[in-house]
């Protein structure tokens, strides 16, 4: 029999497009051109390939409970998503993006909702996992987005996030990706633990990247020196193959995460938590 979101979801509405839409729309805070920027390096990008994996080690490190789906929210253009398929998750990926949405669909994702989390009315406890890849950082009020997503968690469901970290590799990447904030570990288990929720895992990763970051990134903007860069630009200029080679000193951090250790820094956090 074919599953569809509509046994947990109960107010979508079929497209003339072929997705799957809420009833309401509701803004988001996301570029206009960010799908695109990101479809165009995903393939290629050691960036977007190293945190598939550690998303990964972690997913397996701490499973969901079984033969409840997975939503992944804010899934963008499918890229995390159809790798959680392929660990044999029931993958259901909710984007509000038309353009998302459409790549998602072309990488294979059967279950594609076009819609903000937020105009779901999404049965309580239906959902054995939610997952949000670089999506938190987005939502202006993050602890209220976890209560009400810990409500359509059944008792034992796991929460998968990834954010970006540490205040002060602000840049103005961040205000052009619709950024509120960056995240320490500690800020990220503060706003699970407020939202109900126990961490299994709060860990850093990219261990390398912080400083590299810092001095390509923050610093010429903090003396003036970098001005006028797109983000398409900047997008293409860090994540060229050259640069994938930093793939090789990441490897030891994705040991680590498959034991369900902690990396003790990183430009980005990664956290699972547990809905008791």
Not at 54 to 61: D, L, N, P, S, T
Not at 93 to 119: K, N, T, Y
Not at 238 to 261: D, F, N
Request: net charge neutral; glycine share 10%.
């Amino acid at each position: 029999m074919t599953r569809t979101p509509e046994e947990f979801i109960s107010n979508l509405v079929a497209g003339d497009d072929g997705l799957l839409h809420a009833a309401t729309s509701s803004e988001f805070s996301y570029p206009e051109d960010g799908h695109d920027t990101c479809q165009a390096v995903e393939e290629t990008s050691f960036w977007f390939g190293h945190r598939n994996d550690a998303i990964g080690a972690v997913i397996e490190a701490f499973p969901p409970p079984p033969d409840l789906p997975f939503l992944d929210i804010g899934g963008g253009n499918g890229f995390v998503g159809a790798m959680i398929a392929g660990l044999g998750h029931r993958v259901v990926l909710i984007e509000p993006g038309e353009a998302g949405a459409a790549f998602a669909r072309e990488r294979g994702i059967a279950e594609v909702v076009q819609a903000s989390i937020v105009d779901l009315d999404v049965r309580p406890g239906s959902v054995g996992a939610i997952g949000m890849f670089d999506v938190l950082e987005h939502i202006e009020d993050d602890a209220a987005a976890l209560r009400r997503l810990g409500e359509m968690l059944t008792v034992g469901g796991k929460i998968y996030l990834t954010v970006p970290s540490h205040r002060w590799l602000w840049s103005s990447a961040d205000v052009q990706a619709g950024h509120f904030r960056r995240y320490t570990r500690r800020q990220l288990v503060a706003v699970l633990e407020r939202a109900g929720f126990e961490v299994e895992l709060a860990s850093y990763f990219f261990w390398p990247l912080p400083v590299p970051m810092f001095l390509a990134r923050c610093l010429p903007e903090r003396l003036g020196l970098r001005k006028g860069e797109s983000r398409a630009q900047r997008v293409t200029r860090e994540h060229t193959p050259a640069v994938r080679r930093a793939s090789k000193v990441l490897a030891p951090e994705l040991r680590r995460l498959r034991k369900g250790a902690r990396v003790p820094f990183g430009a980005s956090t990664i956290a699972v938590a547990i809905k008791r």
